[in-house]
């Protein structure tokens, strides 16, 4: 069964260091993946997604995620962290010929530090 | 944005009795979410509409129903409202006119059961 698995459930950093948030996923086929970002009391926006193709892939808000088959990988990276950038951060699996149905990872909360 | 809106937002019900969330877009498209979100467990989708009265089931949905009697109404109801319902319930609808894997979220309704 396709799963999403978000290994750290919380992390700081201070502002304007890099960060990287991980997602490793279970998936038969070619997945299709993406990143969702939450801020508090809100709802989820998509930052950026993998269908294939490039396998960095750019986002909005100056994300970046890599897709890496081999470790079956799409971790998210930024270079330098803003304090706006503090929000839960959701890494999902699109599932093939199921109306659009996403697997979410469990998620990571980001707290920057100024 | 996308314009979707979730009623009401807060809702304090009681064990066993019956409740309904609505979501309401303006979109016009045809696929439409609920998302349950619980710590730990990420979103899991509980159902999905491709069409008015066309749904299926997602990955929890025991205890719930939904109804679509118009394209921009997605009705959720928990029959017998339990403690373990207790969660925050997004709506979603696709960023196209299909299927999608890109979804944009409503505000969400936070929902505790006594």
């Known amino acids: 069964a396709q799963s999403v698995t978000q290994p750290d459930i919380h992390i700081t950093v201070s502002e304007g260091a890099s960060l990287e948030l991980r997602c490793n996923y279970s998936?038969?086929?070619?997945?299709?993946l993406f990143w969702y970002v939450q801020s508090p009391g809100q709802g989820l926006q998509l930052l950026l997604k993998?269908?294939?193709?490039?396998?960095l892939v750019q986002g909005i808000k100056g994300f970046e995620a890599e897709f890496k088959r081999s470790q079956s990988s799409f971790n998210l990276r930024k270079p330098s962290v803003h304090w706006s950038d503090a929000a839960e951060y959701f890494c999902a699996v699109g599932v093939d010929n199921q109306g659009g149905k996403l697997i979410f990872g469990q998620g990571t909360e980001l707290s920057v530090k100024p | 944005d996308a314009g979707i809106t979730q009623s009401p937002r807060h809702k304090v019900t009681e064990t066993g009795t019956p409740v309904t969330l609505r979501c309401h877009q303006t979109?016009?498209?045809?696929?439409m979410y609920w998302y349950r979100q619980d710590p730990g467990h990420g979103l899991r989708l509980i159902h999905y509409?491709?069409?008015?009265?066309?749904?299926d089931k997602g990955e929890v949905s025991d205890g719930y129903s939904v109804s679509r009697s118009k394209t921009e109404d997605f009705l959720l109801t928990l029959e017998s409202a339990t403690s373990s319902q207790t969660s925050v319930y997004f709506c979603?609808?696709?960023?196209?006119?299909?299927?999608?894997?890109?979804?944009?979220f409503g505000p969400g309704t936070r929902l505790t059961v006594t």
């Open positions: 993998y269908f294939s193709g490039d396998t």
């Open positions: 998936y038969g086929a070619t997945p299709y």
């Open positions: 979603a609808i696709s960023a196209r006119d299909r299927a999608s894997y890109e979804q944009y």
């Open positions: 979109e016009n498209h045809r696929y």
């Open positions: 509409s491709y069409g008015v009265k066309d749904t």
